[in-house]
């Protein structure tokens, strides 16, 4: 298969395993047979294992003659749970600061009412502002997460097999402080953040 067609497979199957698991047995930690899944998008195994191998995010685990997407998955098109996914990953208790990538637009409902994780089953986190994975791509604004206060407030915090920490929300008195994530929000990011009560922190990664 060309990169190509490995993309675009990589991105069915992540659909699939993660929003779209109609007529696969999926469990409650989002693990589906390997064979099942390949008679749904009939392609061969060695399909699947390229695309496993080639993902520049590794989103996706084999574990036997299973496979699931690390994390993303919709708690209502899915019959995964919260406590299914958490019970198979590892708490990170390591981090003091991790980092939720936004819009500027975004800034203000999300210092009103904490990072929610919409119809996801977790907020997606990263280690790092530069990290490859746990924050999309050329997001305007990088928040700062101070896990010591999340937990204080009984929220843990997980890590993916893949290197993405997880929580299930963020409260407000939980963001730390936000930088620039683009050249854009550079120059729009700094009087934002006043007015919001956003500490401003670093400089674009």
């Known amino acids: 298969m060309s990169r190509d067609d490995l993309k675009r497979l990589s991105h069915r199957l992540s659909s ?4 779209q698991p109609e007529g696969l047995p999926m469990d ?3 693990w589906v047979p390997i064979d099942a899944l390949l008679a749904r998008v009939g392609v061969p195994r060695e ?7 080639e993902n520049n995010k590794s989103r996706f685990t084999v574990r036997g003659d299973q496979v699931r997407a690390c994390q993303g998955h919709s708690l209502a098109s899915t ?3 919260r406590e299914g996914l958490e019970a198979s990953w590892s708490e990170d208790l390591e981090h003091e600061l991790l980092w939720h990538g936004t819009s500027l637009a975004a800034l203000e409902p999300i210092a009103r009412e904490g990072i929610l994780p919409g119809e996801r089953s ?8 530069d990290s490859a994975v746990g924050k999309r791509a050329g997001v305007d604004a990088l928040l ?4 010591k206060r999340l937990r204080e407030k009984g929220f843990r915090v997980f890590v993916s097999e893949n290197g993405v920490r ?3 929300e963020v409260p407000p008195g939980c963001i730390a402080g936000v930088a620039p994530g683009t050249r854009r929000a550079e120059a729009e990011l700094p009087p934002l953040a006043a007015r919001l009560g956003l500490p401003l922190r670093g400089a674009r990664a």
């Open 28 to 30: 409650a930690a989002g």
């Open 79 to 81: 019959p995964v749970t």
């Open 122 to 129: 977790h907020v997606h986190l990263a280690a790092a502002t």
């Open 47 to 53: 399909a699947l294992d390229a695309v496993v191998a």
């Open 166 to 168: 997880l929580a299930r």
């Open 144 to 147: 700062a997460v101070d896990t």
């Open 16 to 19: 699939i395993l993660r929003h």
